[in-house]
């Protein structure tokens, strides 16, 4: 069994994997939240075993985002350096930012230290330091933003 901040770790990272796969290949969000719940959230697939990941937390992140996109777009854009959009942000980069901010946007019962440092973690898992400090700086402004 996994610690609560283990869990909600394993979360982060498969609602970032999730968002990604909502983005790219449209899959309806009752499908999509199915399929990780029976099929990714502490499953083993081809030896690979994944997280035991707190399942409501989960939800809460992948169905906030999409519910909330327009709105998280606009925060995320409205930090990036001039001649940015959205559209040239890696696909992967773009769903941990969205995941970030509206952690820091709709969960005020986590302090806003621990979710950024847990998607700069995340950012690590797929990039290099220069992209996960990038995480780093852009969530923190955002939650300057957000949280005062």
């Given at each position: 069994m996994k610690?609560?901040?283990?869990?909600?770790?394993?979360?982060?990272l498969?609602?970032?994997q999730?968002?990604?796969?909502?983005?790219?290949e449209?899959?309806?969000?009752?499908?999509?939240l199915?399929?990780?719940?029976?099929?990714?959230?502490?499953?083993?697939?081809?030896?690979?075993?994944?997280a035991?990941?707190?399942?409501a937390?989960?939800?809460d992140?992948?169905k906030?985002?999409?519910?909330?996109?327009?709105e998280?777009?606009?925060?995320?854009e409205?930090?990036?350096?001039?001649?940015?959009?959205?559209?040239?942000?890696d696909k992967?980069?773009?769903q941990?930012?969205?995941a970030?901010?509206?952690?820091?946007?709709a969960?005020?019962?986590?302090?806003?230290?621990?979710s950024?440092?847990?998607?700069?973690?995340?950012a690590?898992?797929f990039?290099?330091?220069?992209?996960?400090?990038?995480?780093?700086?852009l969530?923190?402004a955002?939650?300057?933003?957000?949280?005062?």
């Open positions: 610690t609560g901040s283990q869990a909600r770790s394993a979360a982060r498969a609602a970032v999730a968002l990604y796969q909502l983005d790219m449209k899959t309806p969000m009752a499908l999509l199915d399929e990780f719940h029976m099929h990714r959230l502490g499953a083993e697939i081809e030896d690979d075993q994944y035991e990941a707190d399942v937390f989960f939800d992140v992948v906030g985002v999409d519910a909330r996109r327009t998280l777009d606009a925060l995320i409205g930090r990036l350096a001039d001649g940015w959009s959205l559209s040239r942000l992967t980069m773009l941990i930012l969205r970030g901010t509206y952690e820091l946007a969960r005020n019962d986590v302090p806003k230290a621990s950024i440092s847990e998607y700069v973690d995340v690590h898992a990039f290099e330091a220069r992209e996960a400090k990038f995480v780093n700086g969530l923190d955002i939650a300057k933003q957000v949280r005062g």
